[in-house]
């Protein structure tokens, strides 16, 4: 009976306080939880904006305690025990209790994983030499910044938004920057061809080279330090540093390891829920096998599913139904997107790419899916609407900028 | 220092001290108000810090909006003509007694 009390338990435990876990924290808290909670986060810092390391952060724009995303005297005043600096390596469902990278047991009542992921790496030739940077956390980015001042050139590998925000910050620095993207064009994974061709424009004019169709075949070094890139084209291209954006993989294999259900991230239902008993996942790491079927990488959506997840715990089973959202900055440009374009068969455009404000329409079977609104705030407010809706607008009047959205909407 | 008087949704009426050459957003947040979601950390990307100025002083003028604010606050189906974008406006010492109101979440 003594040795029981001793050991240490909560009645939840979240693990990862990155954007999920800190809003699953807080969240069952406004819910009224009234039992023992610990967020549990491998990073040394308290809860921290993220995205903003790709861009005011990185860009020496904004210091690091302006991103906290609350109050550091926070978590004690209600009564959550905040543990930074602890990985969680082992889940153990049967006995309801986890092992810390100290080789503490801890048991729980309920567990919300929030672990997010790993930067995907490099595994090529040369992987392993000095200079080659990702940006997930405030540890990578400040490396990053420290290497900044001795380089001449960067290659950025992966063109997607974390990669093509670096890049765009870069040049603001005067750095030499190469972009090179294994497919065809930029964001390809998550935006349509007019999107990506604009960027391409944007970046081109700012002085970034970019490289598309072009696979990574080693990484050059000299004295243990990167010095190039090898493309599979046949050209090497000479580099002082390297940022690799390529992906996260979904931190979640004690998670398999114990059973749950999951390849891509770990499934879960409509309410967080993964295939173990009292075991919820959210944010990065989750896939939401019902509804969207896909893993979503956005602060909305680690944000959301937090809050479901700490509203199945309180009782109140409320199915996650929120509208997507996403933004991206590089250099004055803004992108809002609204929706999720996964498996559109169309697209309609709005305005002149050339204008630098417009959007892109995404259609699915008649339907409007998703929009990306660049410099376009207004289409980004009026879209949701159309997404919410899955409005069906004819083509020719989505197009005609001369028709606010909020009147198609009204039709 | 500058005083903030702050209506949460509940209607209740809180103070606390800003600090100046931070945004309203920041403040608020940092003060631990979280009904005040200001999802994408003040880079005029959400609208979720969305308020009501309900009192500054006389002789002071607001920053002037942005159209990309004006823009994103109209989607709101809670706009006043006292509604501002809290990231948009730093608090600095000459908004001594301002008054804000957080705005109903949409
Ligand atoms: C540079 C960058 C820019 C971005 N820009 C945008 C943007 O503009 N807009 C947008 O919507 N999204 C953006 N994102 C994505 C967004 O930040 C993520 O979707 C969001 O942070 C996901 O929240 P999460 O809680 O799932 O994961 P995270 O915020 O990554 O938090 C997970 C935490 O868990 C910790 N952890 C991992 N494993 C363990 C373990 N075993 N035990 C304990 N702790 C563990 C990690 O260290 C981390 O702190 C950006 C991401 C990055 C990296
Ligand atoms: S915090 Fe997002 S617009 Fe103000």
Redesign the pocket.
Known sequence: MLQEAAREGYDCII????????QAAASLRQFGFAGSIAL????PEMPYD??A???DYLAGKKTFDRMYLRPTDFWSARNIVLRRG????VVDPSSKTITLDDSTNVSYGSLIW?????PRALTCDGHNLSGIFY???KAD?DALIAALPKAKSAVVIGGG??GL?AAAILRGFGTEVTVVEALNRLLSRVAGEPVSRFYEQEHRRHGVEIRLSAGVQSIAGKNGRVSGVRLNTGETIAADLLIVGIGIIP?VL?LLIAGAEGGNGVNVDEFCRTSLADIYC?????CMTRGSGIRI??????SDQ?ITAARAICGELKPYDAVPW????QYDLKLQTIGLNAGYDATILRGDPATRSFSLVYMKSGTVIALDCINMPRDYVQGRKLVETGARIDPTSLADTSLSLKDLVRQ | MTTITLKTRDGSVHEFEGREGRSLMENIRDAGFEELVAM?GGCM?CATCHVYIDNVPADVKLPPMSVDEDELLDGSDYRQPSSRLSCQVPLVAALRGIAVTIAPED
């Open positions: 693990v990862g306080a990155g954007h999920g876990g800190a549990i986060g491998a990073e993220r995205p390391l790709s861009k602890r990985r969680v390596e929030a672990a997010g992921g790993a940006i997930r956390n980015c938004f974390i925000e931190s004690p959210v944010g990065d790491c989750a990488e956005s602060v909305q959506n680690a937090a996403f933004w991206s900055n | 994408c990307s």
